[in-house]
């Protein structure tokens, strides 16, 4: 096991003895930056910016498949105004969450990332 995977184990059970994540595994954004190759850290260890960008790209790719739909029903009708909102509304929500998230391990008191 490498040093990041150890360093994961142990975020997961920080953030499960805090009471931050209420499930014995790793939330499905985590998992899913995992096995695309990437190895990102938990939200409430990482930057607001790389938080905000992971979950921004996860609600675009869902807005995506909204925008698909739409278009499918509809052929005829320009979505460039729908892409950009939901461009915004993802950058958004990504924002807000990984503030709250953020936030919440500020407050219980999280140890950081390079000392776990």
Do not use: C
Not at 68 to 92: C, E, H, M, Q
């Amino acid at each position: 096991m490498d040093e990041y995977e150890t360093k994961l184990n142990r975020a997961a059970a920080e953030l499960h003895r805090t009471g931050l994540w209420k499930a014995d595994r790793l939330p499905i954004e985590l998992r899913l930056f995992k096995f695309l190759g990437t190895k990102p850290k938990p939200l409430p260890y990482g930057t607001f910016l790389a938080g905000t960008l992971r979950l921004a790209l996860l609600s675009f790719v869902a807005f995506g498949f909204l925008i698909l739909g739409l278009k499918a029903l509809n052929p005829d009708a320009n979505f460039g105004n729908l892409i950009v909102i939901a461009t915004l509304g993802s950058l958004t929500w990504g924002s807000f969450l990984t503030g709250a998230v953020i936030h919440q391990g500020k407050k219980v008191g999280l140890s950081n990332w390079e000392d776990l």
